[in-house]
C-alpha cells in the first residue's frame, strides 16, 4: 500500500478571511468549497480559516472555556476552526481504528493501570516541582519584591524529556494494535530517543527519521538512538522534511507500521492523544502546587514548538481563568528577519500534514523554512489546539530570539546547577520581560520540558571566550 506524501496528505492550503470549509469527497482527497461565515470561529462541525492572526481576541468566559473543552475532547478532532483530517480516503480506515483503539484504553482499567506502572517505574514519574530560588532572588527588584519561579522537572524523566510520557503510551498502544514496527520522526532527537526506548522495552522493532542538519547539531542523540535498537534514516533538510518522510514510511505498510507522532499535531485523533498522554504533566503540577502553597499556580510558562509539552502543562488548567498560561516561540534572529519558528505570531491559516493550523507560509501557500536554535522548535506549523486557545485569548502568545535563549541557558546552569535543553530556555528566557510585570510572591511555573546535556556544545561554541554577564551578540 505503498503511498507518496502528495496522495497521502494535503501539501499546504491557505485560506481566505472568515470562511467555512464545507468537506466533500473527490478524488482520494478531502477537498473544500469555501463560503462565508461570519460566526463560524466557536464551531466544532466543519474547519474555517482566516488570513492573519487574530489581534488582541476577547477571553473566554467560564462557561465558553467549559462549551470549548467539550468540543476539544469530543470525536471530531476540531478545535475552534482548527484540526480535522485532511487525509485521503486510503487513511480514513486506518485513522479512524485508532481512534476507536484510543477511547477504548481511555476507559480501560488494565492499560490504565499498566500506563501507570510503567510511568512510575520505567518514565521516573511523578517529577518534581523545584522552586529555583537562587533564580527567583535574581529578579527580585530592587525592593527585595518579585514572583516565586518554580520548575516543572521534565528533564528528569527516563531519556531526558517529557516526550516518553507519550512515547510509551503509544507504543503500548501500537502493541495492542498488533503493530510491529514503529516510525517516528524526530528534530532535538528527544523524541527519538523516547520512542527508541519505548520500543526496547516493548520488543518493537522501531524506525526514526532524522533530517542531516538535526542530526548534525544532536550527534548524541543520534547515538543514544542506535544503542536502544533504532534504525536512524537520515533525510535531507530538518524535521519537517522528516516528518514527511516518516508519513512516507508509514503508508508503505499500513498493516503492521504504526506512526509514532510526538508532537501535538497531524490528522486527528494525533493532536488529541499527544495531548492526553502529556497532560500528566499539569494534572501533577495542580496537585503539587495545592500541597506546597495550598492553591494554583498563578502563571504558567511553556515554550512551543509545535506544542506537546507547552498543551501538557496547560491543558489541566484551561478552565480556570485565574491561572495565566503563556506560550513563547522561537524568534530566531527576530520577527522581521524571516529567521524564525514563531508560528503563532507570524503564521497564517492553512492545512500541512493533515490539519488545519497556523502556518508560516508564502503569499502563495507555500511552506516557510523555519529557524531556532532550539532544535525542536524548528516546525512551519503549531498544534490546531493551540491555535484555537491563541485565537481565542485563553492562551497568550510571546517569544524571545536565539541569544535570549541561550542567556537563558547559561543563566540556569550558574544559578541552579541545571542544564535546560535550549528548546526549554526560551520559556526560561522570557521570565526576563515577564517578572518585572508580577506581583510579590506570584507562583510562576516553568516547564522544563527537557535536558539541556545535548544542548552544550551549540552553546559552548556560541559562547567560548565570553562571560555569562558579556555574551550580546554572539550569534
Known sequence: MACNLQTSFLPALKFPAEATLDKRRGNGLVVCSVA????????????????????????????????????????TGKFGRFGGKFVPETLMTCLSKLEAEFNLVLHDPEFQEELATALRDYVGRETPLYFAQRLTDHYKNESGCGPEIYLKREDLNHGGAHKINNAIAQAMIAKRMGRTSIVAATGAGQHGVATAAAC???????????????????????????????EVKSVDGNFKNATSEAIREWVGNLETNYFLIGTA??????????????????????????????????VLVACVGSGSNALGLFHEFIADEDVRMIGVEAAGFGLESGKHSATLAKGEVGVYHGAMSYLLQDEEGQIVGPHSIG????????????????????????????????????????????????????????????????????????????????????VFRLTQGSSLGDNKGIL
Open 36 to 75: 462565508t461565515a461570519a460566526d463560524s470561529i466557536m464551531t466544532a462541525s466543519t474547519p474555517t480559516g482566516s488570513a492573519a492572526v487574530v489581534v488582541g481576541p476577547r477571553p473566554l468566559s467560564r462557561r465558553e472555556v467549559e462549551t470549548s473543552e467539550r468540543k476539544m475532547t469530543g470525536t
Open 265 to 298: 499535531v497531524g490528522p486527528h485523533p494525533c493532536p488529541s492523544m499527544v495531548r492526553e498522554f502529556q497532560s500528566i504533566i499539569g494534572k501533577e503540577t495542580r496537585r503539587q502546587a495545592m500541597e506546597r502553597w495550598g492553591r494554583k499556580p498563578d
Open 200 to 230: 526496547a522495552k516493548l520488543s518493537l522493532k522501531c524506525t526514526i527519521v532524522m533530517g542531516t542538519l538535526d542530526m548534525e547539531r544532536q550527534a548524541s542523540n543520534v547515538l543514544l538512538m542506535k544503542l536502544l535498537g533504532a
Open 375 to 458: 532544535v525542536g522548535m524548528e516546525y512551519p506549523g503549531v498544534s490546531p489546539e493551540l491555535s484555537f486557545l491563541k485565537e481565542t485569548g485563553r492562551v497568550e502568545s510571546y517569544s524571545v530570539t536565539d541569544q535570549e535563549a541561550v542567556d537563558a541557558y547559561q543563566l540556569l546552569c550558574r544559578l541552579e546547577g541545571i542544564f535546560p535543553a535550549l528548546e526549554a530556555s526560551h520559556a526560561l528566557a522570557f521570565l526576563d520581560k515577564l517578572c518585572p510585570t508580577l506581583p510579590d510572591g506570584a507562583k510562576v511555573v516553568v516547564n522544563c520540558s527537557g535536558r539541556g546535556d545535548k544542548d552544550a556544545p551549540t
